[in-house]
């Protein structure tokens, strides 16, 4: 089993800065994907950002220009650095990892979740 462990939410005021860090451990043989996605209230749970293996990235539109992805391959560890953050960045980031436990199967974890708020 693969446990994910979030760190870097809380509190902060519009065009401010946060970090959100994942470090997965556990029973790996490799990852795929590492990313992070949101769920604001009363809205579903969307993709922010992901990052392959081989280093490709992808953001959500809304996102562009302000995070950057990043990851440690060697200790299967993903960050957000997230700026200039705007009160519609306000939700909760959850971590996301696909990785494999062998050459034959594939599988997709969850962290808990760390709240991001951006208000004045």
């Known amino acids: 089993q693969v446990r994910l462990l979030e760190s870097g939410g809380g509190s902060v005021q519009p065009g401010g800065s946060l970090t959100l860090s994942c470090a997965a451990s556990?029973?790996?043989?490799?990852?795929?994907?590492m990313g992070w996605y949101r769920q604001a209230p009363g809205k579903e749970r969307e993709l922010v950002a992901a990052?392959?293996?081989?280093?490709?990235?992808n953001y959500a539109g809304s996102v562009k220009g302000r995070f950057t992805i990043s990851a440690n391959n060697a200790n299967h560890t993903v960050y957000l650095q997230m700026n200039s953050l705007k009160p519609e960045d306000t939700a909760i980031y959850y971590c996301?990892?696909?990785?494999?436990?062998?050459?034959?199967?594939?599988?997709?974890?969850w962290g808990q979740g760390t709240q991001v708020t951006v208000s004045s």
């Open positions: 556990g029973s790996i043989f490799s990852i795929n994907i």
């Open positions: 990052i392959t293996s081989g280093s490709s990235t």
């Open positions: 996301n990892v696909v990785y494999r436990r062998s050459i034959y199967d594939t599988y997709n974890a």
